[in-house]
């Protein structure tokens, strides 16, 4: 078979940059692989699909060895535009792509820059439109969709020029889950309907490893594995077990010391259906309920302390001239709690959140934070008491290193010296900061923005700490270390409240869960209650066990009953 | 952006380049767009099944445009403070037609406010006309205010509101690319710089706001203080707005680059919408509406004056001229402007 793009001992580093993006890559791409590309955050990802369309090194300049052809074309003299026909790329935030101002002329652009007539841009911008489900939204202003639907004109944009190759870099990582979802149902249909060559870099193993045919894992810039999926599996077994989906690591737990055979003969479920017929094939060997276990203790821990520290009393929440997005909401949020908003998309849970630091005015009812009510408090006072972190992480640098974020917020709320330096010394403690002190945090991968910009807002102690979708596009490493934190805060009698989408991180991380929608509470109660048995809102575990073992929620809760060996 | 940086053979080259830009992210997640519920709206409402464009956005450009610059033109010319209150109110009535009258506040407010600071001073300081209402001797300062002093300074004020209303049209109205669709044809990169500025304004706006609360949501007190105070606790957002944006433009280069944007030859998608009866009733509106305001300039009848001499201003609305000019830009609101697509 012809390869449709080749890399050749391909080593890149970025200007001005130490370190290789890319180091000694060497690799061929076949027609209609769908090949997932996995690593941390600044593991040379986005390096290796920018040196496909040459982006690498024509845009971004640097240095450049080795050699990347794509069909006939030779990266180091064809230029971008030249491959713009053969080779697509997505972009991971849509607001940093999209050029013209309607969805039809945005998808339409990218045709027009090839030269294409316009009868035919005409009947490509229509098939593109109705692939993706975008009719509807056709003469649509860019400024009023949402990411996701900005995300899939993106795609559209990209699939209307028929390109050879399809690029996706991190396509989710800054959208929610539901968008998220619908933008890989998308790029399935298109693998399977078209055939189409695809290259997907992504966070989300569990939703993407069983689209691949193939998964490359990068580390320092340089190709760590590159195997069909139950030859990763098999791999990640050893030191990269949070790369697997839930249900492979709940079997891996039942394979032991024969895991790694059992993976490369098929053995490890990728999807909760394949587990579902294993489990089912399975005779006597059935997973049971580990018994005092204080992982799971710790994890399902309610409040042990009494004190409330934020109360919402009759709360309405919404924007003036529409129907409000929650009435009369009633919650008490306690010392000690670890409590996970969830909810379908737009259903006011960021919305609500707003309104515990005062960042939005009830339209009825009131918050009460430590006794005060907040309407009466500035947000920079309110901040004091209630720390919120945004899903932004980059909007809270203003200074020019880590140290100075972390000191000028300890200004800001008016302390100094010995309770200052305290307060410094415990936030660097405790996210592991000291490492990063003198570096412009601008400059800090993803999950190091995201605990800088959590030191930021909790330096000062506050005893309510507010998170917006903390783990979007945050790689599964640095998601466990951020559940680990929140659990400290939580039993360090700080109240931490996570909007998420995330269920597994919710099981793993929450003590509680408050499940928002039409227009209230739909759910208030212990992680394991709301989540047990629920359809959407529920892990891969709960899933796939509900019947046989409801309560549990994830591999850890489960041994198995009889050993293979 | 950058030289052209590869190596001919496996060694490793420098070449010159900006790096690459940190990323960040900005989109909100939490909410319906507002695009969907409008979608939406339709959908209940209707069976097009789509945010249908209204007004001057659903008609061929070259004809929204035509119609738009006879307004502006028929502001421009007509003197007579009836003839000028009636441009002004079908401006009014087409932004109304095209659902975008809120979005016009903004220019209004502009225009008032220079027409109301004219009609106030017009009087005081010029004294000219025959019918004397007022005067006064304020020492230095002698102030004769008359009938016709009064009324130049309404029908100034008139006139320039119904100017500014008519640019304003064809900002809001317009569709966005089909401005730039126009301005291609002149230009297509000052049209493309037109149109990554009006879609990037609301994202800077928006950064701007998300960034003002997450400094809030850290301690820092933005509106509290003196002006100073408050200016000086904002100086720090301006640098990660800046930040920003400057990310945002690279990101967006290296996009256009990526979608062949600088290559061959482009070509230019002539939007299939075709020449609707309701597109020529306009165009042909805007034709006979500069004819006519031609013909009453020729014959003197309509003129730009700056301080007109009216004997009987109901008698000029029976020129020629003028009642061709309101059948002109009257007849097209009706039938092109009603809401219907053909």
Known sequence: MTAIARFEQVTYTYPGAQRPALHDVSLNIEPAEVILVLGGSGSGKSTLLRALNGLVPHFYGGTFAGRVTVDEFDTRTARPHDLARRVGLVFQDPEDQAVMTTVEREIAFGLENLGVDSDAITRLVEEALISLGLSRLRHAPLAELSGGELQKVALAGVIATQPHLLLLDEPTSQLDPVSSEELLAAVRRLSEDTGATIVLAEHRVERCLHLATRVLYMEDGAVAIDAPPQEFAAWALHGHRELLPPVARLFAGRLNGRAEAHARSGHLPLTVKDARHMLDALDAEKPTRRANDEAVAEAHASATADEIVLETERLTVGYDGETPLLEDVVLRLRRGELVAFMGENGVGKSTLVRHFNGLLTPRRGRVTLLGRDVAGLSVAEAARSCALLGQNPGDYFVRDTVAEEIDYTLAQLGLDGARRNALAARIIAELDLAGLLDRDPRSLSGGERTRVALAAVTCGDPPVIVLDEPTRGMDPAHKLALTATLRRWAAAGRCVVVVTHDVEFAARCASRVVVLGDGGVLADGTTADVLNGALFFSTQVNRLLRHALPGILYEDEVVWGVSLQ | ?342
């Open chain 2, 1 to 342: 952006m950058s030289a052209p940086t590869t190596s001919p053979g496996p060694d490793p080259v420098e070449a010159p380049a900006a790096p690459a830009a940190g990323r960040t992210a900005v989109v909100p997640v939490d909410a319906p767009s507002r695009a969907a519920r409008a979608a939406v709206s339709v959908r209940r409402d209707g069976p097009r099944g789509a945010p249908a464009t209204r007004g001057l956005a659903a008609r061929r450009p070259a004809a929204a445009a035509a119609y738009v610059g006879a307004l502006a033109f028929a502001a421009l010319a007509v003197s007579n403070p009836i003839q000028v209150a009636a441009v002004l109110a079908l401006v009014l009535t087409v932004l109304a037609l095209c659902g975008r009258l809120r979005a016009s506040l903004p220019y209004a407010r502009v225009a008032l406010a220079v027409g109301l600071f004219l009609a106030v001073l017009n009087p005081l300081f010029s004294g000219g006309g025959l019918d004397v209402l007022w005067t006064a001797d304020l020492g230095p300062l002698s102030v004769t205010v008359t009938t016709q002093s009064l009324v130049y300074g309404v029908v100034t004020a008139m006139r320039l509101t119904a100017v500014i209303l008519a640019f304003a049209l064809f900002t809001v109205a317009l569709d966005p690319d089909d401005q730039l669709g126009l301005m291609s044809a002149v230009s297509f990169r000052s049209g493309l710089v037109l149109s990554l500025a009006s879609r990037l304004f609301p994202v800077l706006s928006r950064d701007a706001a998300r960034i003002a609360d997450a400094q809030r949501s850290r301690g820092v007190e933005l509106d509290r203080g003196t002006r100073r105070q408050r200016v000086a606790a904002r100086v720090p957002l301006l640098r990660s707005l800046l930040t920003r944006s400057l990310e945002r433009a690279v990101d967006v280069a290296a996009a256009m680059e990526a979608r062949g944007y600088g290559g061959a030859r482009r070509s230019r998608w002539v939007h299939r919408r075709p020449w609707w009866a309701a597109d020529m009733a306009l165009a042909a509106g805007a034709a006979a509406a500069a004819l006519a305001l031609l013909a009453g300039l020729v014959t003197g009848h309509a003129a730009y004056d700056f301080f007109p001499l009216i004997d009987d201003p109901w008698v000029q609305l029976l020129d020629m001229w003028w009642l061709v000019l309101v059948v002109a830009l009257v007849l097209p609101v009706g039938t092109a402007l009603g809401g219907s697509r053909r």
